[in-house]
């Protein structure tokens, strides 16, 4: 599908004109839309213990007084909220109801691992999280009811907040735009666009988010992988020292050459890179690692996979972890929840079965069971939970 939203715009145009630039609504992006999820089911997931959730109340002096409740919620946090100004958040819906995951399809011309979660919220009239801004690009689908949008058409770098709240507030917030959003409507907003969605009645928003990691986090991962691959020892030189009159400055030539260092530390890491950034983008949440790891079975050996699949069975993909792939000079690598595995040149062409498929058939199993590269793969990714058989 390269018609973005029945918009005129192919996705490539999408991606170099709006993708991380600017703001973009499209008006009945998915026609005719209906919520394949009520509000009641959105409070029932709220209230599982293993799922991230936030209760937001807007109460006392207007834009100053808000109360956030972490889930699980209870009947009895559900029975004493007033008729209006409250908004409840559900994160990580595809993963808990998998059956949504079709709403994620158009999206996918965007890398897999870029995509974080499908969050949903309800809210009835004038529920609002207040205006903020988020680091991550969102699109937001209006699934039930209407929402009227006020945004900035400008990045905010530097957001001033509210002091003293739970929530990341502006203190200031000046919209340059405003829409009603109704059922089927989606607005995309790049990174750090101030945005204050209020409801106007009963009204549910589904947004996709994306994520991407912090030059900390990259830089740790880059250690850490140096570390196991015994890299990163050439040691701080100043073969270029010069006389100082001071004994213990720390002076600007010392900075410039610890730049040049830590520059070449990364020019020489340069073969780990792809391996580091697939092993970050495929990190699992923290609030999803148990329930990722409910998945785990024990070794299976390829004999076991012939009489399974035999019997006409399948494989299901771990929707709570995450995979991508890539290939060097032939040889491959998968990547899931943040490890790495290596496959020969024979595999390579098996690596999308294994990180984009949803399910794996008897009829794939014919393809994989040619290598046994692959069906090493496989049984690994068994073991880890990446793959499971519907009843275990
Ligand atoms: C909401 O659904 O109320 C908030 C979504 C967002 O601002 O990212
Ligand atoms: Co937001």
């Given at each position: ?53 936030r209760?937001i ?9 808000w109360?956030v ?60 999280v207040g205006p903020h801004t988020d680091g ?20 905010i770098?530097e957001a001033k907040l509210i002091d003293g709240l739970e929530l990341q507030i502006l203190a200031?917030f ?18 750090n666009?101030a945005h204050h ?196």
């Amino acid at each position: 599908m390269s018609n973005f939203f029945n918009t005129g715009l192919t996705q490539q145009q999408f991606l170099d004109e709006f993708w991380q630039k600017k703001p973009l609504l499209i008006r009945q992006a998915f026609a005719d839309f209906e919520t394949p999820i009520s509000p009641e089911e959105l409070a029932g997931l709220a209230c599982e213990p293993e799922i991230e959730s936030r209760l937001i109340e807007e109460r006392g002096q207007e834009g100053k007084a808000w109360q956030v409740s972490c889930g699980p919620l209870s009947d009895d946090d559900f029975a004493r909220l007033p008729e209006t100004h409250w908004t409840l958040l559900v994160q990580d819906v595809d993963k808990h109801l998998p059956e949504l995951q079709y709403l994620l399809d158009p999206f996918r011309f965007i890398p897999d691992w870029r995509r974080d979660d499908l969050m949903i919220s309800y809210a009835p009239e004038f529920g609002t999280v207040g205006p903020h801004t988020d680091g991550y690009d969102v699109f937001l689908l209006q699934a039930m009811g209407a929402r009227r949008w006020q945004i900035g058409d400008q990045p905010i770098h530097e957001a001033k907040l509210i002091d003293g709240l739970e929530l990341q507030i502006l203190a200031e917030f000046k919209p340059d735009q405003s829409w009603d959003l109704q059922p089927g409507d989606l607005l995309y907003l790049p990174p750090n666009f101030a945005h204050h969605g209020v409801a106007l009645n009963d009204c549910m928003t589904f947004s996709v988010g994306f994520r991407a990691a912090t030059q900390v986090e990259v830089l740790d991962a880059v250690v850490n992988n140096l570390l196991e691959q015994q890299l990163g020892k050439v040691r701080y030189s100043d073969s270029n020292l010069l006389l100082s009159a001071h004994g213990s400055e720390v002076d600007e030539h010392a900075v410039e050459r610890l730049k040049k260092m830590l520059h070449q530390a990364i020019d020489n890491a340069e073969p780990i890179l792809t391996q580091t950034l697939g092993k970050v983008a495929t990190e699992t949440k923290p609030s999803l690692l148990s329930l990722a790891s409910e998945y785990m079975t024990g070794a299976i050996s390829k004999e076991e996979l012939e009489r399974l699949f035999s019997q006409g069975e399948e494989l299901h993909r771990n929707h709570y972890l995450r995979f991508a792939w890539s290939e060097n000079n032939g040889c491959g690598q998968l990547y899931m929840a943040g490890q790495a595995y290596e496959v020969d040149k024979q595999a390579v062409g098996y690596l999308t079965l294994f990180a984009e498929q949803t399910t794996l058939t008897p009829k794939d199993w014919k393809q994989i069971k040619l290598s046994e590269s692959a069906v090493n793969l496989l049984s690994k990714l068994i073991e880890e939970g990446g793959w499971f058989w519907q009843d275990t």
